[in-house]
């Protein structure tokens, strides 16, 4: 089995992320609770190589947000897709962390904009060998979506955010996704 290393700082950077807006999220739990979510989607990148290594694969979409304020807030995502190619099984998905910046809310909808850092994964299975890959949080990506609340704690959102290389001027791929948004703890008064 060919591992290649998967960073610790990209889990580093994700864990300290997610603890440093602790305090913030104390603060504005009384205004906007803190949501959890899961969806379909699909990732799309493109071959570098021309080794025929692109990613076009529907994933099941997770996320988890913590409001720092009514309007911004940090959000979790990780996705999981499995397709097959011949005798091989590749499951593959990107984690990452988001800002997000919610528009003023309409009628239960709103639109938001999104920008962050990703990371990717694919494990690739055959009869004979298999193989892990881990790349860290080096995608740079920003996105767009909208929100309809369907109930006090429920809401549907749609987005689709293109993701960059750090280092090229070009768009390396794409992740659009469809998920139910359930908020968790205590609502505003």
């Not at 190589?49 to 076009?56: C, I, P, R, T």
């Not at 299975?125 to 298999?130: H, L, R, V």
């Not at 001027?169 to 659009?176: F, L, T, V």
């Amino acid at each position: 089995m060919r591992y290649r290393w998967l960073h610790r700082s990209s889990a580093l950077l994700a864990f300290t992320l997610a603890l440093s807006a602790g305090p913030y999220a104390a603060t504005a739990s009384a205004q906007v609770p803190a949501e959890i979510g899961i969806g379909i989607g699909h990732v799309s990148t493109i071959d570098l190589d021309v080794s025929g290594d692109a990613w076009h694969s529907t994933s099941v979409d997770f996320r988890a947000a913590v409001p720092f304020t009514p309007h911004w807030s940090v959000e979790g995502i990780a996705t999981v897709g499995r397709r097959y190619n011949s005798d091989r099984r590749i499951t593959e998905g990107v984690y990452g962390v988001l800002l997000r910046r919610h528009g003023t809310v309409v009628h239960g909808f709103a639109p938001f904009v999104a920008c962050g850092v990703l990371g990717t994964y694919r494990q690739t299975t055959a009869p004979t060998w298999s193989e892990l890959q881990a790349w860290p949080l080096l995608l740079p990506t920003v996105g767009a979506g909208a929100r309809q609340q369907i109930s006090p704690r429920l809401a549907v959102q749609g987005e689709i955010d293109g993701m960059f290389l750090l280092f090229f001027p070009y768009a390396y791929g794409m992740r659009a996704t469809v998920s139910l948004s359930m908020r968790i703890g205590h609502e505003p008064h």
